[in-house]
């Protein structure tokens, strides 16, 4: 049959059945979903109206993630799906789409913070007895004495894992980048997946 996104044969607001007048038009078509799963990336080009082209991504493994609260964003390896409100069936699978809560390693956002804090994140490291250039620790010294990272967050470096939200789409851009948790959004959603898993 193929999927059409026309709305005329839906009943109208007063309940009415719509005549059919016409047949399915081409501008009205709709295409199977991408069901963007994790694994070794491969991206198909679906060509679309006007002559353009968009990126079906049918499996991807990496994405780029931003940071918020320090204004970075890495690149880094997806880890599993763990949420999903639309629909468990996407959380069971592992399908990637936009609004899916992730899990993404923490190794880039780790260095990032350590290089540029000087400061250890998450499982306390001991401490190295070399001696800096006096104009870079003074640097880092006062960057360090604004470097609150919050509990929550904190707990995720530990276990090297942080919860992300996806918000580019996969199926259409071929992408997956999202931001990385935090704050109330965060508590949130940590809520929804204890309330999930019991």
């Not at 499982?123 to 604004?146: C, I």
């Not at 967050?153 to 935090?182: M, T």
């Amino acid at each position: 049959m193929g999927i059409s996104r026309d709305s005329r044969h839906k009943r109208s607001a007063t309940g009415a059945r719509r005549a059919q007048y016409r047949k399915k038009r081409k501008f009205e078509l709709g295409r199977q979903s991408a069901n963007t799963k994790l694994g070794a990336k491969r991206i198909h080009l679906v060509r679309v109206r006007g002559g353009n082209f968009k990126r079906r991504a049918l499996r991807l493994e990496s994405g780029n993630f931003s940071w918020g609260s320090e204004g970075i964003s890495r690149k880094t390896r997806v880890l599993t799906v763990v949420y999903n409100a639309s629909n468990n069936e996407l959380v069971r699978t592992n399908t990637l789409v936009k609004g899916a809560v992730i899990q993404i390693d923490a190794t880039p956002f780790r260095q990032w913070y350590e290089a540029h804090y000087a400061l250890p994140l998450g499982k306390a490291k001991a401490s190295e007895a070399k001696e800096e250039e006096t104009k870079v620790s003074k640097k880092k010294a006062a960057r360090a004495a604004n470097a609150a990272v919050d509990p929550l967050l904190n707990d995720q470096f530990n276990a090297g894992r942080l919860y992300a939200v996806i918000a580019s789409r996969p199926g259409q851009s071929g992408r997956c980048d999202g931001y990385i948790l935090e704050g109330k959004e965060l508590e949130f959603y940590l809520r929804k997946i204890k309330n999930k898993k019991h």
